[in-house]
Structures are given as structure tokens and as C-alpha cells.
């Protein structure tokens, strides 16, 4: 049984920092490109980041460039989010995202999400 499940989410102030956690069980963790997502309240789910499979690679939003940073664990096959500096326009639902792509097409897993609230 696949399952991701997040932790580590809260209310923090702004300009504080939290580091978002991510557990995976029940698929190959190494062969897929793990990613965050997060959604604000009324808008649409958006891509933050994403490490690929060995971690060697890495994208970012243009929104967290530089204040966020993906990292994996292939051995405890989790993967983590450190958030610095946050803003308040990171309020979100932030989402563990698991994606293999095949010739034969494509795997994907979410978690259930995790709130963070940043606010004063």
C-alpha cells in the first residue's frame, strides 16, 4: 500500500522558518521525482519544488527561489522542505507528490497535505 505522509507544518510568523517532512512506503522511493505542492485557500494547486529520483536535480517556483530548498533521503525514503523566510502569501496546503514516469506511462502518489499558516 503507497502512502505519503506529511509532517512538520504549523503556524510559524513571518520571516520565521519551518521544514516540511515527507514519508514514503509501499513504492520503489529512489525511481521517482518527489515534489511539493501547496494551495492556497481559492487558488489553484501550484508546483514548489521538485528533486529528482537520486537527488541530483532540483527545480524551484520562482516564488521560493532562494528561501525554500528540497532535499531526499533515499535510504529512509523520505524527502523534506526546509522553508526560510516565509511570507504570509505561503500560507498554504502543502502536498508530498510522487511521480515515475514509464514507457508505458506514468505513476503518481499524493499525501493527504499538510497546513501551514504563516502570520503575525
Known amino acids: 500500500q503507497v502512502q505519503l505522509v506529511e509532517s512538520g507544518g504549523g503556524l510559524v510568523q513571518p520571516g520565521g522558518s519551518l521544514r516540511l517532512s515527507c514519508a514514503a512506503s509501499g513504492f520503489s522511493f529512489s525511481r521517482y521525482d518527489m515534489s511539493w505542492y501547496r494551495q492556497a485557500p481559492g487558488k489553484e494547486r501550484e508546483l514548489a519544488a521538485t528533486?529528482?529520483?537520486?537527488?541530483?536535480?532540483?527545480t524551484y517556483a520562482d516564488s521560493v527561489k532562494g528561501r525554500f530548498t528540497i532535499s531526499r533521503d533515499n535510504n529512509k525514503d523520505t524527502v523534506s522542505l526546509q522553508m526560510n523566510n516565509l511570507r504570509p502569501e505561503d500560507t498554504a496546503i502543502y502536498y508530498c507528490h510522487a511521480k515515475r514516469s514509464a514507457s508505458w506511462g506514468d505513476y503518481d502518489y499524493w499525501g493527504r497535505g499538510i497546513q501551514v499558516t504563516v502570520s503575525s
Open positions: 528533486i529528482s529520483g537520486g537527488g541530483l536535480s532540483t
